[in-house]
């Protein structure tokens, strides 16, 4: 649980600082569930400037809370929190100088989203939360007062976790959890994670990844794990001692996103996962009549394919029934029992630019184009980055600030590695499932 807060103050020399104004929103990795707002008396002048900069004056906190009025609130709704800020170790500051006058000792772990965007968000001209926010397409409202900063912190933070695939953030607040008995501890944990489509974590009581799973039900397939009487099971029974979960909206993106994080973390639970993901590829070549054959054959990864299949019958099946979408020949397409009266009767240029249109539409190969689908909320899409046919990445956007460029495009996008699988896992979704749509990157860059 994360404590995020922005504070305004009086400004002054160091360590006899004010706070004038505070606001705290308690975030649980994915929405907000309490939050504290209010402006604050400091019992002290403001400087000139801090009342240019924020609005704030001495006459709008005559009648404000002072701190000691406040302050049993911000332990209420920091208790068991980590305090998250943009400079944190400045808010942090503040806020335990001013419980110091009180004679409390107020002591809390905390996270620097500076520090945070300087690792995870490398080579950005600035990292102050306002050309952060611009630079992502964060809307932010009343900069420089504490709640709105606040609020646009809480979003910057939701991006740093997603781009977090190391889980390094997540593993700081698992160590948090007090510890519970088995019984007790899986249904609880079953209780936190949604019914929704996403990828979920299991951490042992270090805070370390000993489990990712991926489901279009989460919460389901959680029970099963916590249910299951197998020797796997049990063992990651008595181990786990936290959930964390990634609401991903699409089933593609957290296919995408589980491969990717079991090779980046190498959670012990997950050995089987780390196999391949294809054992069968479709090839290209031509016959002596100059006809471009088909051919599914087994996977040869220092070969050029045009896509990959999980098993040599299911890219004969799958090649069985697009042969009569595209009018491809049997006899071209290694379909065994031919018929001696299905073989083609077209010309080797009229074939084969029937061969090319199912090439072009099955493959990846050479493509520019962003996958659009559905996103962990209502207003939000996921985006899948393909370039020069490689998979680059991921990431959501909100439908309120549209892509409108591939700069913008390439900031929200959480890198992850190229691979074979990788593109297998995209190709043979888009064969079987449908997005909500496919952008070619010519179109994001040029709109008219």
Do not use: W
Request: charge should be neutral.
């Amino acid at each position: 649980m994360y404590a995020i807060l922005d504070l305004e103050t009086t400004g002054g020399k160091y360590n006899e600082e004010g706070i004038t104004e505070i606001a705290i929103y308690k975030f649980d990795g994915h929405e907000i569930v309490d939050q504290f707002i209010s402006l604050v008396n400091p019992e002290r002048p403001i400087q000139a400037f801090v009342v240019g900069l924020t609005g704030i004056n001495n006459q709008m906190l005559r009648n404000a809370p002072k701190f000691y009025e406040v302050a049993k609130r911000v332990i209420e709704i920091t208790t068991d929190c980590i305090i998250v800020a943009h400079n944190a170790q400045f808010d942090y500051r503040i806020l335990q100088l001013e419980f110091d006058r009180l004679g409390y000792d107020y002591q809390r772990k905390s996270l620097c989203t500076v520090e945070l965007a300087q690792e995870l968000l490398p080579d950005q001209q600035s990292y102050s939360l306002g050309k952060l926010a611009r630079n992502l397409g964060i809307p932010v409202t009343d900069r420089h007062r504490a709640n709105g900063d606040a609020l646009a912190t809480v979003k910057l933070f939701k991006i740093l976790l997603a781009k977090d695939t190391q889980k390094k953030i997540i593993q700081e607040s698992v160590k948090l959890n007090p510890k519970k008995q088995l019984d007790t501890k899986l249904r609880d944990l079953i209780e936190e994670i949604p019914s929704q489509t996403g990828v979920y974590y299991m951490h042992n009581a270090n805070g370390r990844v000993i489990y990712i799973g991926k489901s279009r039900n989460m919460k389901k397939q959680v029970n099963q794990h916590f249910t299951s009487d197998n020797q796997k099971s049990k063992r990651i029974q008595n181990e786990v001692e936290a959930l964390s979960y990634d609401e991903t909206g699409s089933e593609l993106v957290a296919l995408l996103k589980e491969h990717e994080e079991v090779k980046k973390i190498k959670p012990h639970h997950n050995r089987g996962a780390r196999r391949a993901k294809f054992k069968a590829q479709l090839a290209s070549f031509y016959d002596e009549q100059g006809y471009l054959n088909l051919q599914v054959e087994k996977a040869d990864r220092t070969k050029a394919c045009i896509t990959t299949f999980s098993t040599i019958p299911s890219g004969l099946a799958y090649l069985g029934r697009m042969a009569e979408q595209y009018e491809l020949s049997p006899d071209k397409i290694g379909l065994k029992d031919v018929d001696e009266n299905s073989s083609c009767t077209d010309s080797p240029e009229v074939y084969n630019a029937k061969v090319q249109d199912f090439i072009n539409a099955h493959t990846l190969v050479g493509k520019n184009q962003i996958i659009i689908d559905r996103g962990p909320s209502r207003d939000e899409r996921s985006a899948i980055l393909i370039e020069n046919g490689s998979f680059r990445g991921l990431g959501y956007y909100n439908l309120n600030h549209q892509i409108t460029n591939l700069d913008i495009l390439e900031r929200i996008i959480t890198a992850m590695k190229d691979s074979q699988d990788a593109r297998h896992i995209i190709q043979s979704y888009l064969r079987n499932r449908k997005v909500i749509k496919i952008i070619e990157l010519q179109e994001l860059n040029n709109p008219d």
